[in-house]
């Protein structure tokens, strides 16, 4: 009786966890994505993809481009990377989260650890980079404590702030001495929409299909695209096509029911903003 009531509590346990982890919506399912958001205005390199519709198996996830930012004086470089979400709550906040990549780009200084987390919620049309810990040495190997600073006026032990260039990034009474006379620290950093975007992680087990428009520059009032399908990894060649538009003519482009207002075009980058997605296949 002792043993079948144990596992009765187990399976009791598991289905909560289980139900839990759905409820916050992080398992694998079959999604539709399309990308960008309507009515952002974005930018992209030539080469790069203008937009994109997928369907296929995945996990909701963060695009982050690569960052460099500064703190406390010592410039910090994050490498981009797509990070797997692994919490989102009822109220919309969702979160992902990343370790040991934090780059030191000040000279004679390297970082040792670091721990950081990917933020969004419906307030913001971008996310916030937490860095929960950030471990400097210098080229000794020495740690450096009390290398965080706060912003002029702030009181470490009440309601304090910190800034990167000047701007207070995070305000409260999170930031105590045991955290700021130590070799870690704590802040955070407001990463635009446009290099951080909410994009799911797809399995590629040739049940994933993606069709995107990628810009390749601009002659006179000529602009030239290229779109591609794909089956998982690999490129469909008959489901290609080259494609000019002329902007003497209309600033709204289209294709397969896709709707792109252009705002700039160059031969370096196109700024432009979706008015409507491409069809499926």
Same mark, same amino acid.
């Given at each position: 009786?002792?043993?079948?009531?144990? +596992?009765t509590?187990?399976?009791?346990?598991?289905?909560?966890?289980?139900a839990?982890?759905?409820?916050?919506?992080?398992?694998q399912?079959? $999604?539709?994505?399309? #990308?960008?958001?309507? %009515?952002?205005e974005? $930018?992209?390199?030539?080469?790069?993809?203008?937009?994109?519709?997928t +369907?296929?198996? %995945?996990?909701?996830?963060?695009?982050?481009a !690569?960052?460099? #930012?500064?703190?406390?004086?010592?410039? #910090?470089?994050?490498?981009?990377e797509h990070?797997?979400?692994?919490?989102?709550?009822?109220?919309?906040?969702?979160?992902?989260?990343?370790? %040991?990549?934090?780059?030191?780009?000040?000279?004679?200084?390297?970082?040792?650890?670091?721990?950081?987390?990917?933020? &969004?919620n419906?307030?913001?049309?971008?996310?916030?980079?937490?860095?929960? =810990?950030?471990?400097?040495? !210098?080229e000794?190997?020495?740690?450096?404590?009390?290398?965080?600073q706060?912003?002029?006026g702030?009181?470490?032990?009440?309601?304090s702030?910190? &800034?990167?260039g000047?701007?207070?990034? +995070? @305000?409260?009474?999170?930031?105590?001495? =045991?955290i700021?006379? =130590?070799?870690? &620290?704590?802040?955070?950093?407001?990463?635009?929409?446009?290099?951080? &975007?909410?994009?799911?992680?797809?399995?590629?087990? %040739?049940?994933?299909?993606?069709?995107?428009?990628?810009?390749?520059?601009?002659?006179? /009032?000529?602009?030239?695209?290229?779109?591609?399908?794909?089956?998982?990894?690999?490129a469909?060649?008959?489901? @290609?096509?080259?494609l000019?538009? !002329?902007?003497?003519k209309?600033?709204?482009?289209?294709?397969?029911?896709?709707?792109?207002?252009?705002? /700039?075009?160059?031969?370096?980058?196109?700024?432009y903003?979706?008015?409507? $997605?491409?069809?499926?296949?």
């Open positions: 009786m002792k043993q079948q009531s144990w +596992l509590g187990v399976v009791v346990l598991g289905s909560i966890l289980l839990g982890c759905q409820s916050n919506g992080v398992v399912k079959l $999604h539709t994505e399309r #990308f960008p958001a309507i %009515g952002l974005i $930018h992209a390199e030539i080469g790069e993809t203008v937009l994109e519709r +369907l296929g198996n %995945g996990t909701p996830g963060f695009r982050l !690569d960052l460099e #930012f500064e703190q406390s004086g010592y410039l #910090f470089f994050l490498p981009g990070y797997q979400i692994s919490y989102e709550s009822p109220e919309g906040e969702s979160q992902a989260y990343g370790y %040991g990549n934090v780059r030191s780009q000040s000279e004679g200084y390297s970082v040792a650890n670091s721990s950081y987390q990917v933020i &969004s419906s307030a913001i049309e971008g996310c916030f980079l937490r860095v929960s =810990s950030l471990d400097l040495v !210098d000794s190997g020495t740690f450096i404590s009390n290398w965080l706060l912003s002029e702030a009181d470490e032990n009440n309601n702030s910190l &800034s990167i000047g701007r207070t990034i +995070l @305000s409260g009474s999170i930031l105590n001495s =045991s700021l006379n =130590s070799s870690s &620290s704590l802040f955070s950093i407001e990463v635009p929409a446009d290099a951080c &975007s909410k994009r799911y992680i797809f399995s590629n087990y %040739g049940q994933t299909f993606k069709q995107e428009l990628i810009y390749l520059g601009r002659s006179g /009032d000529e602009l030239s695209f290229k779109y591609r399908e794909y089956s998982g990894n690999l469909r060649p008959a489901f @290609s096509a080259d000019t538009y !002329d902007l003497s209309s600033q709204t482009i289209g294709y397969r029911g896709a709707r792109i207002e252009v705002i /700039d075009a160059g031969n370096q980058q196109i700024r903003r979706v008015k409507s $997605h491409m069809n499926g296949m």
